[in-house]
């Protein structure tokens, strides 16, 4: 080989090596989740390709908001959806229960469920996307979840039938859901109390918020 062809390749094989190291620099001190400060809290966003959800740890639960934790001891985590108090509970799905939940103003529920472990490890074959928030946003999540609970005269509400999960239940919840005011609505709404950039209109499709929920997550990296 050619003394300067030698040195040339030599030069190249450095730079490559200083590049590398660079970028592994870079993706150790920048991670997916975006620059946080010690006070951040993660939420997760669980869709099933129908349904989307919203996940808190029990740790950042703020004193006095969601009493309802007590009723599962064991959970590190919470998922909270909310949808039609017949056809979400139900186990046999009829076609007059699914026009009554689509056409008319019916009530609604809250369903709670308690995770022993992280989500993505609790639904392997749900998509399950994290987004950092300030404490004071999630102060907001948190009351704006809290006060989507139905609580009258009291300060904890029993829930009234079991959740879909081992660990879950269904618990009455404000607001009435229809065509246009999904559990795809009420996440996304809970996003923007959240403060997050979501537009709930459009949204009473799971993929229609999740595409909106991504951009979020590519955003923060």
């Not at 951040?40 to 808190?56: C, P, Y």
């Not at 472990?117 to 994290?130: G, H, L």
């Not at 009291?154 to 269904?170: E, I, M």
């Not at 009455?172 to 950039?197: E, M």
């Amino acid at each position: 080989m050619d003394l300067s062809n030698a040195t040339a390749h030599l030069i190249r094989s450095w730079c490559w090596a200083a590049l590398v190291l660079i970028l592994a620099a870079c993706a150790a001190q920048a991670p997916f989740e975006g620059s946080t400060s010690s006070d951040d809290k993660t939420i997760f966003v669980t869709s099933n390709g129908w349904h989307t959800g919203v996940v808190m740890a029990k740790s950042d639960i703020p004193f006095g908001l969601l009493p309802e934790a007590a009723d599962f001891a064991e959970a590190a985590y919470f998922e909270f959806g909310w949808g039609d108090a017949e056809f979400y509970p139900a186990r046999d799905v009829t076609v007059t229960m699914t026009m009554a939940a689509a056409l008319v103003p019916t009530p609604a529920v809250m369903h709670m469920a308690g995770l022993w472990t992280r989500p993505a490890r609790y639904f392997p074959k749900a998509e399950v996307i994290p987004l950092i928030i300030s404490a004071k946003n999630f102060g907001r999540l948190a009351a704006f979840i809290d006060g989507s609970f139905k609580r009258p005269g009291a300060g904890r509400v029993s829930h009234f039938t079991p959740g879909l999960y081992a660990a879950s239940g269904f618990y009455p919840a404000k607001g009435r859901f229809h065509l246009l005011n999904t559990c795809n609505t009420w996440t996304a709404r809970a996003l923007r109390a959240a403060g997050f950039k979501i537009d709930a209109r459009g949204t009473t499709q799971a993929e229609a918020l999740m595409q909106q929920v991504r951009g979020l997550y590519r955003g923060a990296g």
